[in-house]
């Protein structure tokens, strides 16, 4: 059974009871990213996130991390564009550790100047791991050409001149605006009571402060283009993108069943068309990334040099083919049964039941029952697809970004 409640400062506890198993997995997910950045800040929300590990008035680093490692739990954060989360997975009769273990790290953590200068030194080892990592970084340098100069556009980690300005007055300023009640999502899934699970966060969370201004954010236009970063390795990696529905869209579903076709599994067009018939790649694949007021519907694929024309070639004729035929009925079936058997053997997790449940508040105000998912995917019909690919899938709204040994002309003329 899920459940709600609203504290005094604005902070919305919302739980699922799960008797049949033993863990608690419990998240803290505060609407705070790298959209909320600045050029003249980027990289703060992901520096904060770390410096929250760093020690509290309570607590050292070490013994935050003890807390949770001496009785078998697990315990990790992550930081997206949109919203930024700390999570726990923990014994049922551990529940109160973790509830104060992250009361702690939100309302005592101490920023001190010195873990600052030793964690700006960490965060530069990370943008510096993500640069050594065509296949990851690609995505970033996609985004950043695809959404420009809005902060969708920016990349979540900064980068190594602004990591290295930043000072403790700054941070706190940022955490300060943003970690508020009315920003904070605390979602549980397990082995509990909700009764008492609010009375343990009311208690350590009520200093927490509530409300604060009203965000400012402005929704992102898209740019249409062709770049790419010239790199000394064997592959280039390319990433074709377009505007999708948003994460609110109701036209969602019929975006999530057009990847699946697309490039969502091995027996996807891209898959099959790319891979297996031409060997043109081993990793190729299309993926969406939603966000409240924008979306990216991209195919990923990574291939030699010599290979680039063809393949492009070979995602845009794909592309154009989505755009002008009705997929047929046997793959509208076979992409509605992927989806949904993907989501419900999702939800045998309690990990990804407590994420669902905190998106879920963050997007919608409430959790989306599952037999709700199912139905609207069921319901989604080949002409809404058919009509979806057509709006998106035109040649003059393509944006490709290419890493690698690469030159201008191999993507022009591709």
Known sequence: MVKKTLLDNGIRIVTEEIGHVRSV??????????????????GTAHFIEHMLFKGTKRRSAFEIASAIDSVGGVMNAATGKESTSFYIKIPDYRLDTAIDLLSDIFTASRFDKNDIKKEQAVVLQEIKMSEDEP???????????????????????????????????????FFHDRYRGKNLVIAAAGNLRHDAIVALIEKKFRAMPGQNAADAIEAPRSNTGKSFLYKDIEQVHLIVGVEAPTAIDKGRHAAFLLNAVLGGSMSSRLFQEIREK?????????????????????????????????????????????????????????????LKGNYLLGMESTDNRMSGLA????????????DEVVANI?????????????????????????????????LNNG
Request: charged share 25%; net charge negative.
């Open 278 to 338: 031409r060997g043109l790649a081993y990793d190729v694949g299309s993926y969406i990334t939603s966000y409240r007021d924008a979306g990216i519907l991209g195919v990923y694929v990574a291939t030699e040099p010599e290979h680039v024309k063809e393949t492009l070639a070979v995602i845009k004729a794909e592309l154009a083919r989505c755009a002008a035929e009705r997929i047929s009925e046997t793959e509208l079936r076979s992409a509605k049964e992927l």
């Open 378 to 410: 069921d319901a989604v019909q080949s002409e809404e697809i058919l009509h979806l690919a057509g709006r998106i899938f035109q040649a003059d709204r393509l944006t490709v970004a290419a890493l690698g040994p690469v030159s201008d002309d191999a």
């Open 135 to 173: 296949g990851d970084y690609i995505y970033d340098f996609f985004e950043g050409l695809f959404w420009k100069e809005h902060p969708l556009g920016m990349h979540i980690l900064g980068s190594k001149e602004r990591v290295t300005s930043f000072h403790r007055e700054g941070l706190l300023g």
């Open 25 to 42: 997995s419990i998240g803290v997910w505060v609407e705070s990213g790298s959209r909320y950045e600045s050029l003249s800040n980027n």
């Open 359 to 370: 998106k879920g508040e963050i997007y919608f105000g409430r959790r989306i029952p599952p």
